[in-house]
């Protein structure tokens, strides 16, 4: 049962209006293709004054998904555009956390949109604690599904104009071991484990393949084609059917990482992470073992080998082959 005290505060919180964030910029053509260009989206209508100027819309108007990104605080936290409030919309939060609820996971989220903006308009928006629901538990732990409405106005001098809104929803809860592992706590100190992959059924399959020192890569049974990561249907001809090879666990280096911080238990630090691509033709992300930054080079020839964490979880990783 949640504590009474905290439920009255909640309530006395909900339906309150939070500040007014200013975008930075107007929108503008520049952020608008590079956008475009990191989404991938190619209608002339977003990037082709040209073109736009020939459509309904008379000229060029902003990827209407791209509401949010005009009024984002930048690469530095709080970097709020002047004029901006500073009051924090996420107060609830912070408040359910502080009775025992610590974990958040992000549940869904709607945007909505009155219409195309155009290149010149300055928008703003605004946040509204719309509810917070009955404690609940779900398979994650026992908490508070939290709504968030952002609303956003364009700036007029004749007076501002809702041109759309996000809804935003998270669980606020308190998992579901925790009590287990506070008692285990106080008798004996938890060494971190490694994170446990999310199994579902499209993914099962790999999962155990590596238990069996296997790495299985998912085969669409119509037209042959490889595919990873894991994915309920085929890209290259839709079908649902596939089977798996065994992959000879062979690849090259395309790419890689090395994480120095922040040192995350129970990872070594400096961690390489690679991005291979097996003999196959296919890419995966995994760790790199036996290898140091300075001898990491792209294209060098690697082979997978299977290591068992946390006494039950079996995961590959790669390590070079000698010249
Ligand atoms: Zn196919």
Redesign the pocket.
Known sequence: MADPQLLSKVRALIGRQYGRVNAWDEVNAPMIRHWCEVIGLDNPLYTDPVAAAGSCNDGIVAPPPMLQIWCMEGFHINNYAPGSTTDNPYEVLGLIESYGYPSVVAVNSELTFERNLRLGEKLYYTTRLESVGDEKTTGLGTGFFVTLIMEYFAQHTSGDEKVGELLFRVFKFRAANVHAAQAQVVSEPVQAKRPAPGVSDDTRYFWEGCEQGQLLIQR??????LRHPPAPV??????F??DTLQASGKGQLYSFVVMHYPQVAPFDHPNPIGLIELDEGVRLIAGLVGVTREQLQIGQRVQVEFQTFDDNLALPLFRPLAE
Do not use: P, V
């Open positions: 669409c049974t119509q037209c042959a084609t085929c890209t290259a001809c839709h079908s059917d596939w």
